[in-house]
Protein backbone atom coordinates (compact mmCIF):
# COMPACT_ATOMS: atom_id res chain seq x y z
CA UNK A 1 0.00 0.00 0.00
CA UNK A 2 0.95 3.61 -0.87
CA UNK A 3 0.06 6.17 1.06
CA UNK A 4 -0.04 10.27 0.56
CA UNK A 5 -1.21 12.99 2.27
CA UNK A 6 -2.41 16.07 1.90
CA UNK A 7 -4.02 19.14 3.06
CA UNK A 8 -2.11 20.40 5.38
CA UNK A 9 -1.62 24.31 5.40
CA UNK A 10 -1.81 27.58 7.59
CA UNK A 11 -4.92 28.27 10.05
CA UNK A 12 -6.31 30.46 12.35
CA UNK A 13 -7.01 29.23 15.65
CA UNK A 14 -10.73 28.12 15.90
CA UNK A 15 -10.35 27.49 12.12
CA UNK A 16 -10.45 23.95 10.29
CA UNK A 17 -8.77 22.14 8.06
CA UNK A 18 -9.70 18.32 6.04
CA UNK A 19 -6.49 16.53 5.37
CA UNK A 20 -6.71 13.47 3.05
CA UNK A 21 -5.01 10.03 2.54
CA UNK A 22 -4.88 8.65 -0.35
CA UNK A 23 -4.05 5.36 -0.73
CA UNK A 24 -3.17 2.17 -3.57
CA UNK A 25 -4.12 -0.84 -3.53
CA UNK A 26 -7.20 -2.79 -4.03
CA UNK A 27 -7.34 -4.39 -0.75
CA UNK A 28 -7.99 -0.68 1.23
CA UNK A 29 -10.96 -1.11 2.24
CA UNK A 30 -9.68 -3.90 5.29
CA UNK A 31 -7.22 -1.85 6.33
CA UNK A 32 -6.70 -0.40 9.57
CA UNK A 33 -5.92 3.36 8.97
CA UNK A 34 -4.51 6.03 11.45
CA UNK A 35 -3.26 9.77 11.56
CA UNK A 36 -0.44 10.68 13.46
CA UNK A 37 1.58 13.75 14.29
CA UNK A 38 5.08 14.93 14.73
CA UNK A 39 5.03 18.36 16.38
CA UNK A 40 8.36 19.93 16.12
CA UNK A 41 11.17 18.50 18.89
CA UNK A 42 8.48 16.06 19.93
CA UNK A 43 8.04 12.06 18.82
CA UNK A 44 5.25 11.66 16.44
CA UNK A 45 2.26 10.57 18.02
CA UNK A 46 -1.37 8.89 17.66
CA UNK A 47 -4.32 11.24 16.91
CA UNK A 48 -6.91 8.96 15.07
CA UNK A 49 -7.92 5.83 13.98
CA UNK A 50 -10.19 3.66 12.09
CA UNK A 51 -10.42 0.48 12.24
CA UNK A 52 -12.01 -2.16 9.93
CA UNK A 53 -14.39 -4.55 12.02
CA UNK A 54 -16.05 -6.72 8.99
CA UNK A 55 -18.19 -5.87 6.34
CA UNK A 56 -19.04 -2.31 5.96
CA UNK A 57 -18.21 -1.89 9.68
CA UNK A 58 -15.75 0.49 10.92
CA UNK A 59 -15.15 2.36 14.63
CA UNK A 60 -13.23 5.43 15.09
CA UNK A 61 -10.88 6.09 18.14
CA UNK A 62 -8.94 9.28 19.07
CA UNK A 63 -6.54 10.25 21.37
CA UNK A 64 -7.92 12.61 24.43
CA UNK A 65 -6.53 15.96 23.10
CA UNK A 66 -8.79 16.01 20.12
CA UNK A 67 -11.85 14.43 21.06
CA UNK A 68 -14.89 16.35 19.87
CA UNK A 69 -12.68 18.65 17.63
CA UNK A 70 -11.13 15.90 15.24
CA UNK A 71 -13.36 13.18 13.00
CA UNK A 72 -11.49 10.46 10.67
CA UNK A 73 -13.17 8.85 8.11
CA UNK A 74 -13.11 7.08 5.27
CA UNK A 75 -14.45 6.30 1.81
CA UNK A 76 -13.70 2.83 0.23
CA UNK A 77 -15.00 3.59 -3.06
CA UNK A 78 -12.16 6.56 -3.51
CA UNK A 79 -9.45 4.60 -1.17
CA UNK A 80 -9.26 7.97 0.95
CA UNK A 81 -9.25 8.36 4.87
CA UNK A 82 -9.86 11.68 6.03
CA UNK A 83 -9.17 13.79 9.46
CA UNK A 84 -11.13 16.89 10.07
CA UNK A 85 -9.98 18.77 12.22
CA UNK A 86 -11.95 21.62 13.25
CA UNK A 87 -11.62 24.22 16.74
CA UNK A 88 -7.77 24.14 16.16
CA UNK A 89 -5.72 25.28 18.43
CA UNK A 90 -1.69 26.09 18.33
CA UNK A 91 -0.48 22.98 20.09
CA UNK A 92 -2.35 21.37 16.93
CA UNK A 93 0.88 22.53 14.93
CA UNK A 94 2.22 19.52 13.89
CA UNK A 95 3.00 17.49 10.51
CA UNK A 96 0.80 14.97 10.24
CA UNK A 97 1.33 11.39 8.81
CA UNK A 98 -1.62 8.92 7.95
CA UNK A 99 -0.71 4.90 8.62
CA UNK A 100 -2.16 1.71 7.35
CA UNK A 101 -1.98 -1.60 8.76
CA UNK A 102 -3.86 -5.12 7.94
CA UNK A 103 -3.58 -6.15 11.28
CA UNK A 104 -2.73 -4.08 14.24
CA UNK A 105 -5.58 -2.15 15.70
CA UNK A 106 -3.58 0.36 17.81
CA UNK A 107 -2.29 3.58 18.89
CA UNK A 108 1.61 2.37 18.64
CA UNK A 109 3.84 4.24 15.91
CA UNK A 110 6.45 1.36 15.64
CA UNK A 111 2.93 -1.41 14.96
CA UNK A 112 1.72 0.41 11.33
CA UNK A 113 3.51 -1.02 8.25
CA UNK A 114 2.68 1.46 5.80
CA UNK A 115 3.30 5.50 5.77
CA UNK A 116 2.66 8.27 3.68
CA UNK A 117 4.68 11.34 3.72
CA UNK A 118 3.58 13.76 6.13
CA UNK A 119 1.74 17.24 5.19
CA UNK A 120 2.26 20.22 7.89
CA UNK A 121 -0.51 22.27 9.54
CA UNK A 122 0.22 25.65 11.06
CA UNK A 123 -2.38 26.82 13.44
CA UNK A 124 -1.36 30.69 14.14
CA UNK A 125 -2.59 32.15 17.56
Known amino acids: VQLQAFGGGLVQAGGFLRLSCAAS????????MGWFRQAPGKEREFVAG???????????YYVDSVKGRFTISRDNAKNTVYLQMNSLKPEDTAVYYC????????????????WGQGTLVTVSS
Open 25 to 32: GRTFNSYH
Open 50 to 60: INWIGGNEYYA
Open 99 to 114: AADRSYRGTAVKEYEY
